[in-house]
């Protein structure tokens, strides 16, 4: 695979004003990874400030509920901040502090990007702006409290779909105005190369500790991994320590919405096409026209038109599996753990335990499924109740 490509997905579709910065951020990266310093003080916020390793928590009354295989959750919603997200953006605040920056941006859809930006950038002594859709800021209204409480600038952003796209776009052009002291914390494995790649690495540790959890708890690596895929940070994160594992099955569950039928959802595999978008080539929902199409989810964090060109290779290869839940079905799914396993999910969670429920219901009580738990669900309670 040549840098920042994978197959014939990703890449770096930029502005003339961003292919030097990204140039530079990718060369301050590689030296990062070969540096024993870095990695030792990447290691250290991870175990001291975000709270890793996360549990790996046997689902015992879910499993029965299914009546087939054994459940497994990977518990990415008890670390600091309460989702994955934080993974990444102390790795990106460390590697914004060895290039001398002073400032982090970012984009944020369900918050908890937003929310684990701030963190790092008050832990790292930091100024922050997060880009957010003013449609994202109404229902992930506690998420903006949070930004806000630690430090950040939350700045809305009114055009276009108010969502997470429209942040991104921002985000990116704010980034472009002020590249002297200020780095963009991208949130998911999209965007211009290095991102993706970058991404994914720092989210690689969450299939590392499932790995080594898995074999500790039952001696053998599970059957079937289930994450959520907005992007799809979380859901690369838990796949690519297993990538090599052929008996290992692996399915990405999209923001299915209403149902492709409808018009209304964020399935980019059940009707997008290859097309670029914020940098890099992926697959997209787009119109006859090739303009971007308005998507629809519940979890906003899901509510993006894009997936990260990772995803893509993956899905044509057909080593992972992709599929959608609805909003219907995600909602239940919420309704489910809380009541039966005392954990309240994020909405974007949810859609990964419909799938993981569906799974285990349909296999021998012998086999195993692993159900990455992205984020928790304080933020979407009021969602919820409102539904």
């Not at 309460?82 to 944020?108: D, Y």
Request: net charge positive.
């Amino acid at each position: 695979m040549a840098a920042g490509w994978f197959g014939p997905y990703g890449g770096r579709f930029v502005p003339e004003t961003l292919v030097e910065p990204l140039r530079a951020l990718e060369r301050e990266y590689a030296a990062a990874r070969r540096d024993p310093a870095f990695r030792e003080e990447l290691a250290r916020l991870l175990r001291d400030f975000v709270g890793r390793p996360t549990p790996l928590t046997f689902a015992r009354n879910l499993t029965a509920l299914c009546g087939g295989a054994r459940i497994y959750l990977k518990r990415e919603d008890l670390t600091h901040t309460g989702a994955h997200k934080i993974n990444n953006t102390v790795g990106q605040a460390l590697l914004a502090r060895r290039m001398g920056k002073t400032r982090l941006i970012a984009e944020t859809g369900a918050g908890q990007h937003g929310v684990a930006t701030a963190a790092a950038a008050a832990h790292f002594g930091m100024r922050c702006t997060v880009y957010m859709g003013i449609r994202d800021m109404a229902r992930q209204a506690p998420n903006v409290d949070r930004m806000r409480l630690l430090g950040a600038e939350v700045a809305p952003v009114r055009a276009g779909t108010q969502t997470l796209k429209d942040a991104t776009s921002e985000a990116l052009r704010a980034w472009s105005a002020c590249l002297d002291d200020t780095y963009y914390v991208l949130g998911s494995v999209l965007g211009p190369h290095p991102y993706p790649t970058m991404v994914r690495d720092f989210q690689a540790v969450i299939g590392r500790e499932a790995r080594r959890q898995m074999l500790a708890a039952e001696g053998r690596l599970p059957d079937e991994l289930v994450a959520c895929v907005g992007g799809g940070s979380n859901s690369i994160g838990l796949f690519f320590a297993f990538l090599g594992d052929r008996a290992v099955k692996m399915t990405g569950v999209e923001g299915g919405g209403l149902g492709p039928a409808s018009g209304k959802h964020a399935a980019r595999f059940s009707g997008g096409l290859p097309g670029v978008l914020h940098g890099t080539k992926t697959y997209l929902l787009q119109d006859a026209d090739g303009q971007v199409r308005e998507t629809h989810s519940a979890a906003a964090g899901l509510d993006y038109p894009a997936v990260g060109p990772e995803h893509s290779s993956l899905r044509d290869s057909g080593r992972v599996r992709y599929v959608f839940a609805t909003d219907a079905q995600a909602r239940i799914a919420f309704a489910v753990l809380c009541r039966v396993e005392g954990v309240v999910p994020a909405l974007e969670s949810a859609h990964a335990v419909h799938e993981g429920m569906k799974l285990a219901g349909g296999l021998p009580r012998k086999k195993i499924v692993l159900v990455n738990l992205s984020g928790r669900g304080d933020k979407d309670l009021g969602s919820w109740s409102s539904r």
